[in-house]
């Protein structure tokens, strides 16, 4: 295990936080928005999130 | 209420005091009877516990003597080494002995079996640390295989239990079956008819709910004290990303292979450039299943461990009190990735297999 790849597996995991902090916060606003939706939006949500946090472990496997 | 306003200062007190004690020194505390440090041994003992092993090993302690006592049972061996040779992982005695079968010795060397030359034979490692001794085929039952058919005879037990209700009961579920078939019904009306479709959805039902049941039941089993987990074996989670990838690979309809290979409605350049980029997508797609649920369980298990060993390497009490509270409210959580990742998994096998047989009506 190197330091740039490290760094690296770190900025991944920072890019993988947003994407999920951003469907996260959207999936609330949309939510707020349609209550009555609330079962399909989590659904898309969870799947989305699982997509991303895929990337994100595939970057800490690659170190 | 005058109690409650009294306990307050002592508890501060008690707080102010388990500072003092920080003062200690809390590295290179070496073990009387070990010699090797608590944290190195906190290690150890959950590098341990993600590996697959040999024998049934449902805990070990040390006697005041320093012996090792080791609580389980041994699982058979069965290797290919010019011809099958079947033992007990007994001979190896937890990896201390070399076991001697037909004239051949095998050593344990981080859980894996490797071939020496003599009883007093070493594992011989090259500059990377890689023991360069030769590995027999090994078909042996491991712990995790025991598991599994743990897994089988429960999941057909509770599923038989299941119909033999609605057999004798009507359409009434009873016992068992009043639990599961809340949950049978949401992967049908929630994760099959609207990802796969009400015509083809039946076909593939059956997978969908092995694969949720088993991935279910077995992280929930990964949380007890008996301490055998199969998702955060990679081979496991690999064996159940292969069955989704060849079903869907499988039910591939004539629009499928068409917006892998030819994708309507773009450029010819496009399509040629989309077309590898597709078909190296089918592979990463259950690759993705693959490591998702292996590096989740996988996480969990080390963060949670990790927490636990905290409580012995803080050595004070307000620190290993709170260790211990948030290890709990961390295996809290460990319940619900459980339950997450059993979902997740299932939904995009689900999603797959929707987009193997959707139907392009208006190409």
Redesign the interface.
């Known amino acids: 295990m190197e330091i740039p790849a490290i760094v690296g597996a770190g900025l991944v995991v920072i890019g993988a936080g947003i994407g999920i902090g951003r469907i996260g916060g959207s999936a609330m606003e949309a939510i707020a928005r349609q209550p009555e939706a609330t079962g399909k939006i989590q659904t898309a949500m969870l799947i989305a999130a699982a997509l991303i946090e895929g990337i994100g472990f595939a970057a800490l496997f690659a170190v | 209420m005058h109690r409650k306003i009294a306990l307050k200062p002592i508890a501060l007190v008690l707080f102010l005091l388990s500072m003092v004690s920080y003062g200690k020194d809390q590295h290179g505390h070496e073990e009387p009877n070990t010699g090797k440090t608590t944290e190195a041994e906190v290690k150890e003992y959950i590098q341990h516990h993600l590996k697959d092993s040999y024998d049934f090993n449902l805990f070990s302690y040390k006697t005041d003597a320093g012996e090792e006592k080791h609580i389980g049972f041994p699982l058979p061996v069965i290797l290919w080494d010019n011809g099958l040779k079947v033992f007990s992982s007994s001979r190896f005695h937890h990896g201390e002995a070399v076991a001697e079968v037909d004239g051949n010795f095998y050593k344990l060397h981080h859980s894996k079996i490797y071939r020496v030359e003599s009883p007093e034979g070493e594992i011989i490692e090259d500059e990377h640390q890689h023991p360069i001794n030769e590995r027999p085929l090994d078909f042996s039952i491991t712990k995790n295989v025991v598991m599994i058919f743990m897994m089988f005879a429960l999941m057909l037990f509770m599923f038989r239990r299941m119909a033999m209700g609605y057999k004798l009961n009507g359409r009434m579920p009873r016992g068992m079956g009043r639990f599961l078939e809340p949950i049978v019904l949401y992967i049908r009306d929630?994760i099959a008819i609207p990802n796969i479709g009400e015509k083809h959805y039946k076909r593939y039902m059956s997978y969908l709910l092995t694969v949720f049941f088993f991935v279910w039941i077995v992280n929930l089993f990964g949380l007890t004290p008996i301490g055998m987990n199969l998702t955060n074996n990679i081979a496991v989670t690999l064996c159940l990303a292969l069955i989704t990838y060849v079903i869907t690979t499988f039910s591939g309809n004539k629009n499928y292979w068409k917006h892998i290979f030819w994708m309507p409605g773009v450029p010819v350049p496009m399509k040629i450039i989309l077309a590898p980029i597709e078909l190296l997508g089918t592979f990463i797609k259950p690759f993705?299943?693959m490591?998702?649920l292996y590096?989740?369980i996988t996480?969990g298990h080390v963060v949670l461990m990790s927490i636990i060993g905290m409580v012995f390497l803080l050595e004070n009490w307000l620190g290993s009190s709170l260790s211990f509270l948030l290890a709990f409210v961390l295996a809290i959580l460990e319940l619900l990735v459980a339950a997450?990742q059993a979902?997740?998994f299932t939904?995009?096998s689900a999603?797959y297999f929707g987009m193997a047989v959707e139907e392009h009506d208006h190409h």
């Open positions: 929630e993705a299943l490591i998702r590096a989740n996480a997450l979902y997740i939904v995009l999603l």
